[in-house]
């Protein structure tokens, strides 16, 4: 099996969620929704986080390369590479592993500074999305931060595609039912949402599985 | 105690008064300086032979000499097609301070190496020298700010020289900030000062014996070297001795006179640079700048790059430089200064919060060592504490 690529490193956190810095170059690996693992301590425990906002700061000398009328390709490598300039990556928590077994619950302690973090495999994506039932969801529409309804529909796109690979096509629909009763009292983020996932073709008459 | 605004106030009035009155001589003495430069333009041998003279008479004369173009040359930046691998090299230094609780200096130098269209990513160099015990008490005298900055400027010459090693097989362009002509009174006056003028020396002939296009990079100018030039060209052989005393465009700057005669990416003529240090700068080493306007149309902005005489000898060495530069300074956009300079400076450059830090490690170690390190001068810990108040309850 292949060793697992971090994509960066903590840089603050709380029991609700963290910020990560990576290098623009290691950009690669996060998406936006995506889910992500913070290894906590030696053993297997784990922390999950759903990615809801990516950023890249400017600095006085980005700000001024952009006057130019061209960037030479060696000043573009230069900034993305050597210069210290960490893109930001916001991380909302929606549960933990102790002991081998998953809570979609808010982890027992923040993970510390300079923490290791790895994308999720679709393997993870698949033990984690398919343990109890959808609980984490709470912790998504309780988010005064998040894009609620475009970070659901960017996760129920990647998670469904997981799911469907893994044999569970149904898995998408089920947990668009479930926000419809989640939501069933706030018609104004209901509609919200179902009009993301309509977006990201996984309303509820979308084929399961979500868009391929 | 804040400024005495009150007091103050008057003098910004009666300056801003005087301003129009100063400008407009300044004005005149520019006209009058390029009605020099238009007559004396082609006059290159008559000038050489007057500046000796002035030069023989005082030998603190620090003034242009013609080289081989006429005064009124100006030339377009060729395009920089080459694959010449540049350098560039910035230091910064931590001055040692009685005032702090522990005593040491630091001298870092960064550099960046790039070389454009060749796909590779530039690469950071730093080096840090920490100045400790024997280091900030020379047996000659005290390490004064002069010290420091000449050990910088040598660290910063050693580091090009180690990265130019690196690339002999290819052509490279070295640039540091700054004139390339140390700022010491009189390197004979201490031993400590002479070995580090002689090791910046024996540097710039390695660097010279490795074709490398090396140059000193001076933004905003304020020096009058061609100005001086103009203003000894129009004295009788009789006065030159005396012209230290003919001064009637002071005030005037060479970019004064320059920055509306040159095009955005113009160079001017190649001078040679006459000045005291020529005792050490001579032969290959020999001084010379051009102005170079790297500016755009609607707002001019110069530079003067100085090199060795083993550059202005190559055409092909100074159209690269010129190219380089301008080249470099597009990259910039509207405050055009070479990417690969500032790059270098930001790769040097040391923050008072790593003074501090650099300060507690020692600090640390020192007592892991039984030694127990000084403390903060009652002046020092009086000024830190300036502008911190605290509050009843807080």
């Known amino acids: 099996m292949n060793e697992p690529i971090e994509m960066g490193r903590l840089l603050r ?67 993305r590479i050597n210069r210290n300039v960490p893109v930001e990556i916001s991380v909302l928590f929606v549960g933990y592993r102790q002991a081998g077994k998953i809570f979609h619950l808010l982890p027992p302690r923040p993970p510390l500074s300079l923490d290791a973090i790895f994308p999720c495999s679709a393997e993870d994506v698949v033990q984690f999305t398919g343990s109890g039932r959808f609980g984490y969801f709470r912790h998504v529409l309780r988010s005064q931060e998040a894009p609620v309804g475009e970070l659901l529909a960017a996760h129920l796109r990647q998670a469904g595609q997981a799911q469907s690979a893994a044999g569970k096509p149904q898995w998408a ?40 | 105690m804040p400024i005495n605004y009150l007091e103050i106030q008057k003098q910004v009035i009666e300056m801003a008064e005087r301003s129009p009155a100063r400008q407009r001589k300044q004005e005149e003495r520019c006209q009058r300086a390029a009605q020099l430069l238009e007559a004396q333009a082609n006059q290159l041998d008559e000038l050489r032979q007057k500046v000796e003279s002035a030069a023989a008479a005082n030998s603190s004369l620090r003034c242009a000499a ?36 522990v005593q040491f200096g630091v001298i870092n130098a960064g550099a960046l190496r790039m070389q454009p269209g060749s796909g590779e990513a530039p690469r950071e160099t730093v ?63 201490r031993q400590s000062i002479k070995k580090l003028f002689e090791d910046y020396f024996k540097n ?25 030039l103009l203003e000894i060209g129009e004295m009788s052989e009789e006065d030159l001795p005396h012209a230290e005393r003919h001064r009637p465009l002071r005030g ?25 240090a020529g005792e050490y700068f001579n032969g290959a080493l020999a001084l010379h700048f051009f102005y170079l306007n790297v500016g755009r149309a609607e707002r001019p902005s110069l530079a003067r790059v100085e090199f060795p005489a083993w550059v202005a000898r190559e055409a092909a060495l100074v159209d690269l430089l010129h190219a380089a530069l301008v080249s470099q300074c597009r990259q910039m956009g509207a405050r055009p200064y070479p990417y690969v300079l500032h790059r270098a400076h930001e790769t040097a450059v040391v923050s008072m919060l790593e003074k501090q830090h650099l300060s507690e ?29 605290t509050r009843y309850k807080q």
């Open chain 1, 13 to 79: 956190s709380s029991t609700a969620g963290c910020v990560v810095g990576c290098r623009v170059t290691q950009l690669g690996a996060p998406e936006f929704g995506g889910l992500l693992r913070i290894p906590l301590g030696g053993q297997d425990d784990q922390v999950y986080g759903l990615i809801y906002d990516i950023h890249i700061d400017d600095d006085g000398i980005v700000r001024q390369l952009v006057t130019a009328d061209t960037v030479d390709a060696a000043v573009i490598l230069d900034n």
């Open chain 1, 173 to 212: 629909k089920d947990a668009t039912q479930e926000l419809i009763v989640l939501l069933r009292d706030d018609y104004p983020t209901l509609m919200s949402v179902l009009s993301a996932l309509s977006d990201a073709g996984l309303g509820e008459n979308a084929p399961a599985g979500g868009v391929q």
């Open chain 2, 66 to 101: 013609p080289f081989k173009e006429a005064l009124t040359f100006c030339k377009d930046a060729p395009p920089f097609e080459s694959s010449a691998v540049l350098l560039a090299a910035d230091g910064s230094q931590i001055h040692p301070d009685r005032h702090d609780a």
């Open chain 2, 127 to 189: 080096t840090s020298r920490l100045l400790y015990h024997d280091d900030l008490e020379p047996p000659d005298g005290p390490l004064t700010e002069e010290v420091v900055a000449l050990m910088r400027d040598l660290e910063e010459r050693n580091l090009l020289l180690q990265l130019a090693k690196q690339d002999s097989d290819q052509q490279v362009v070295a640039l540091t900030d700054g004139p390339l002509e140390p700022y010491v009174r009189d390197p004979r006056e």
């Open chain 2, 204 to 228: 710039l002939q390695e660097l010279g014996s490795l074709g490398v296009c090396l140059a000193g990079y001076v933004d905003k100018p304020g020096a009058d070297l061609v100005v001086r």
């Open chain 2, 252 to 276: 005037l700057s060479d970019a004064d006179l320059l920055h509306s005669r040159l095009q955005p990416g113009q160079r001017s003529a190649v001078f040679a640079i006459q000045s005291p």
């Open chain 2, 361 to 389: 490690l020692i600090a640390l170690q020192l007592r892991q060592h039984g030694v127990e390190p000084g403390d903060l001068s009652n002046k020092q810990f009086g000024k830190n504490n300036m502008g911190s108040r």
